[in-house]
């Protein structure tokens, strides 16, 4: 059975104090790994997909990476705008995207 | 501002009615998505439609069903509502299919009581 799992469920940071969230996957024939941003009551915003292991992806605090069981968020120095649910998608070799049910960051100025 | 639209953004009705609800891709996107996002269960994928045809099923109950129309809108159909049916209804669209990034809408919350 597919199944995505992301830890902590919840994580409280300090301004400036880096930390990496986990995805990990058991799925049939992966064929993207997706992380969204969603604030409360929001749609999911786009950040990176990878495709492959080994494959890294940067965008400004921000690094993904991607082995053959998980992935991770790294986030570096984070700010309190940082704070967000961060969420992990699987695409899946029946063609859906299956989410993980997040880890919500709160970083504390 | 991901350019899907979602209409209405609230929406509060009795159980067993029945509501439509809207979506508009991003241009030049081929297919729409729906999801359902409740508080304990997180985004579940409800249906695909890919240039007017339905491409992928997910955990879609047989009360609800979706369209894709020529102009590519499409339209989800709620019928004999439940008070578990109150949630987030999200559209995402993309390019094509597969691998394929989705962007998202903004959402319509749906209050059944």
């Known amino acids: 059975e597919d199944q995505v799992t992301q830890s902590p469920e919840a994580l409280r940071l300090q301004e400036g104090e880096s930390s990496s969230l986990n995805c990990s996957y058991t799925v049939s024939g992966l064929r993207g790994l997706f992380w969204y941003r969603q604030d409360p009551g929001k749609g999911p915003e786009f950040l990176f997909t990878l495709y492959s292991a080994g494959e890294e992806k940067e965008k400004e605090r921000l690094k993904a990476t991607l082995t053959k069981k998980e992935s991770f968020l790294h986030i570096t120095a984070p700010k309190p705008e940082d704070s967000a649910t961060y969420l992990c998608a699987v695409l899946t070799g029946a063609n859906n995207l299956f989410f993980g049910t997040g880890t919500r960051l709160t970083v504390i100025p | 501002d991901s350019g899907v639209t979602q209409t209405p953004k609230h929406l509060i009705t009795a159980t067993g009615q029945r509501v439509t609800l809207r979506c508009s891709p991003r241009?030049?996107?081929?297919?729409v998505y729906w999801y359902q996002q409740s508080l304990d269960q997180g985004l579940q994928f409800l249906i695909q439609y890919y240039n007017g045809e339905e491409r992928a099923k997910g955990n879609i109950l047989e009360r609800f069903s979706a369209q894709q129309f020529p102009d590519l809108h499409s339209e989800l159909n709620l019928s004999s509502l439940e008070l578990g049916d109150s949630a987030l209804y999200f559209c995402a669209s993309s390019v094509g299919t597969d691998t394929d990034t989705q962007y998202f809408g903004p959402g319509t919350r749906l209050t059944v009581l």
């Open positions: 241009s030049g996107d081929l297919s």
